[in-house]
């Protein structure tokens, strides 16, 4: 991994990416009582180059984000035509955006992984009969009917900005 200090020259300290992955591990949230405090932002390319920015219920697991749309949808569109997008979450202390690439998940094993993981936080998703993706008894209803597809984003990089002293702002490649 590549550290790049991007507060070095205000004398922060480096960001320790770690610390970072263990709360997103552990789901942190900004505080307590935060508002929209699991707001998670998806930023894909529309097809003519400017960015769509979304709300999604992505999780992270395994080092990384995942995500699940309709195919019919903006998103699923975009990903598709384009891999490139960025995830930005705020957690305990910090903000952070991770940029990647989009790569749908078709295997069993991993979709059943990331449906009983979803359906661990309260969203009762579980595989899709046709093998095609997940299913679940609701979602947004801008996501059009099942199966929905499962994106995993692939980290190239990511910028993380401590909200709480001393501060800090560290880019990683990964």
């Known amino acids: 991994m590549e550290i790049a200090n991007l507060g070095r020259a205000d004398g922060l300290p480096p960001v320790d990416w770690p ?25 894909t390319m529309n097809q003519d180059g400017s960015p769509h920015v979304t ?7 395994d080092g990384t984000f995942w995500f ?8 699923g569109r975009n990903v598709t035509r384009d891999p490139r997008c960025s995830i930005a979450v705020s957690i305990r202390d910090a903000d952070v955006v991770l940029e990647g690439d989009a790569a749908r998940v078709t295997e069993p094993d991993a979709l059943a992984r990331i449906a009983k993981a979803w359906a661990d936080q309260g969203w009762p998703a579980e595989p899709d009969q046709s093998g095609a993706g997940i299913t679940a008894p609701y979602n947004a209803p801008s996501q059009g009917p099942p199966p929905w597809n499962v994106y995993r984003i692939q980290p190239r990089s990511a910028i993380v900005t401590l909200t709480a002293e001393p501060g800090g702002l560290t880019r990683f490649r990964f």
Not at 55 to 61: C, D, K, M, R
Not at 68 to 75: H, L, M, P, V
């Open 55 to 61: 709300a999604v219920g992505a999780l992270w697991l």
């Open 19 to 43: 610390a970072i992955a263990g709360k997103l591990d552990a789901g942190s949230a900004p505080a307590a009582d935060a508002r929209n405090s699991r707001t998670t932002w998806l930023s």
């Open 68 to 75: 699940q749309t309709g195919a019919g949808t903006r998103k």
